[in-house]
């Protein structure tokens, strides 16, 4: 029963570069979410979808980009990594009032 | 300033004694979720509260919400080394149309001395 898996765990880049986290669910939920954690400020969401094929923004959206093409898979783009974005990521799924979370990913933005 | 706050944001305590940790909200409270983090690891879910009134325990650990104040409190009875963690509060404070988004408060960091 693996819940919401999350690729890679760790990574590390350079100012400028881009990437893209991967977030698995096995649960057959509708909604999916990406949030951000940092130090003293709680989780904030960066994008969210309510189903396959649709993706809106959350409350820090900017330098993000998401989709959502298959129902189990939501992808978190960085076009252009920025130090700013140095976080760990979480991504999580609900189709109940709680979610359930993957493990998350620390990206450290040099 | 924060729409979920939550207090302390840390807490030290010596294993065996009680603690509760606040969050309160600025707005009204559709659902209040309790979620545990241990470093390194995703969040674990706790407890849900829909409520004014309702409490829900697992093992030591009791979670009211009040409705009036708009504020849950996690309490945990005869704290042990493996309570520590980080506690989260979220909630749903958009009500039906929120899409299950959640909105988190700061988070509080226990740790507990053997």
């Known amino acids: 029963n693996a819940g919401v898996t999350q690729t890679p765990k760790f990574r590390v880049l350079k100012t400028g570069q881009s990437m893209t986290l991967l977030c698995a669910q096995d649960?057959?939920?509708?909604?999916m979410y990406w949030y951000r954690q940092d130090p003293g400020m709680g989780l904030r969401l960066i994008h969210y979808?309510?189903?396959?094929?649709?993706?809106a923004k959350g409350e820090v959206p900017d330098g993000y980009n998401v989709s959502r093409l298959k129902k189990q898979n939501f992808l978190l783009g960085l076009e252009s990594a920025a130090p700013s974005q140095t976080s760990v990521y979480f991504c999580?799924?609900?189709?109940?009032?709680?979610?359930?979370f993957g493990s998350g990913t620390r990206l450290t933005v040099v | 300033s924060q729409e979920l706050e939550q207090s302390p944001q840390s807490l030290i305590v010596q294993e065996g004694k009680n603690l509760t940790i606040n969050c309160t909200s600025s707005?009204?409270?559709?659902?209040l979720y309790w979620y545990k983090q241990k470093y390194g690891e995703g969040l674990i879910f706790l407890m849900m509260?829909?409520?004014?009134?309702e409490e829900k325990s697992h093992e030591k650990i009791t979670a009211k919400l009040d409705e009036k104040k708009q504020q849950s409190s996690l309490h945990i009875t005869a704290s042990q080394p493996s309570h520590a963690g980080i506690y989260l509060c979220?909630?749903?404070?958009?009500?039906?149309?929120?899409?299950?988004?959640?909105?988190f408060g700061q988070g509080t960091i226990l740790t507990v001395h053997p």
């Open positions: 999580a799924s609900s189709d109940s009032p709680h979610h359930t």
């Open positions: 649960m057959n939920h509708e909604y």
């Open positions: 979808s309510v189903g396959e094929g649709t993706t």
């Open positions: 707005k009204t409270l559709y659902g």
């Open positions: 509260l829909q409520k004014g009134g």
């Open positions: 979220g909630a749903d404070l958009a009500g039906g149309t929120s899409y299950g988004k959640l909105t």
